[in-house]
Nanobody, 127 residues
Framework: QVQLVESGGALVQPGGSLRLSCAASGFILDSYAIGWFRQAPGKEREGVSCISSSDTTYYTDSVKGRFTISRDNAKNTVYLQMNSLQPEDTAVYYC?????????????????????WGQGTQVTVSS
C-alpha cells in the first residue's frame, strides 16, 4: 500500500526553524517527484516546494531562500527544512506524490498533478 506520512510540525516562534519529514512506504521514493503543499485556515491549498526524481527543486516565491527540500533515499524520506519562519507560514503541511509519469517543471504546484497525499502536519508560527 502506497503511503506518505508527514511529521515534524510544531509551534515555533517567528524567526525559528523546523524540519518536516515525509516518509514513504509501499514504493521507492527516489523514483518519484515529491511535493510539499500547505493549507492555512480559510485558504486554498498551495504548492510550497517540489523535488523531482532527478533532484531538481522548485519553490514558491514566498519561501525561496528560507525553505530547502531534500531527500534521503536510504530512509525513503523527503525533508522540508524551514528557516526564518513567519506567522504567515502557519498552515497544515502536506506531502504528495503521483504514480503517473509526469514532468513537474510546469505543474509541480498544481494539486491535480498528485494522486497520493499524506495526512498533514500542523505548523504554527506564533510568539
Amino acid at each position: 500500500q502506497v503511503q506518505l506520512v508527514e511529521s515534524g510540525g510544531a509551534l515555533v516562534q517567528p524567526g525559528g526553524s523546523l524540519r518536516l519529514s515525509c516518509a514513504a512506504s509501499g514504493f521507492i521514493l527516489d523514483s518519484y517527484a515529491i511535493g510539499w503543499f500547505r493549507q492555512a485556515p480559510g485558504k486554498e491549498r498551495e504548492g510550497v516546494s517540489c523535488i523531482s526524481s532527478s533532484d531538481t527543486t522548485y519553490y514558491t516565491d514566498s519561501v525561496k531562500g528560507r525553505f530547502t527540500i531534500s531527500r534521503d533515499n536510504a530512509k525513503n524520506t523527503v525533508y522540508l527544512q524551514m528557516n526564518s519562519l513567519q506567522p504567515e507560514d502557519t498552515a497544515v503541511y502536506y506531502c504528495a506524490t503521483s504514480s503517473r509519469t509526469w514532468n513537474p517543471r510546469r505543474l509541480w504546484a498544481s494539486m491535480a498533478s498528485y494522486n497520493t497525499w499524506g495526512q498533514g502536519t500542523q505548523v504554527t508560527v506564533s510568539s
